[in-house]
């Protein structure tokens, strides 16, 4: 099992910049990850993942060229550019592939169904 604990979220003018963690425990080999977003009334939606290896990251096109997914001793999400479409709950994803199971390299699932744990949330709110 994997645990999730999303942080940094906050209040942030727009244009500028957060960066959001997401502290994993449990095993977290051969684990994609990626970051959610969701507004009050609307589905989940993807924002960013990387792939289990690493190799390959997949962004969402309203955010490409302004956020950064990347992970070390955390995940973590570099927002830049930030507009007040951005604001959401942010939420942090892991899926685990058994050692047998052929996924390759460079595949980042960005569909919430692909995903199976799940941190809480942090709030992101963009003033205009």
């Known amino acids: 099992q994997v645990q999730l604990v999303e942080s940094g979220g906050g209040l942030v003018q727009a244009g500028g910049s957060l960066r959001l963690s997401c502290a994993a425990s449990?095993?977290?080999?051969?684990?994609?990850m990626a970051w959610f977003r969701q507004v009050p009334g609307k589905e989940r939606e993807f924002v960013a993942g990387?792939?289990?290896?690493?190799d390959s990251t997949y962004y969402a096109d309203s955010v490409k060229g302004r956020f950064t997914i990347s992970r070390g001793n955390a995940l973590y999400l570099q927002m830049n550019s930030l507009k007040f479409e951005d604001a959401a709950v942010y939420y942090c994803a892991a899926r685990q592939y058994g050692d047998t199971n052929y996924v390759p390299r460079s595949y980042v699932p960005h569909s919430s169904s692909e995903y199976v744990y799940w941190g809480q949330g942090t709030q992101v709110t963009v003033s205009s």
């Open positions: 990387i792939s289990w290896s690493a």
């Open positions: 449990g095993r977290t080999s051969r684990t994609a």
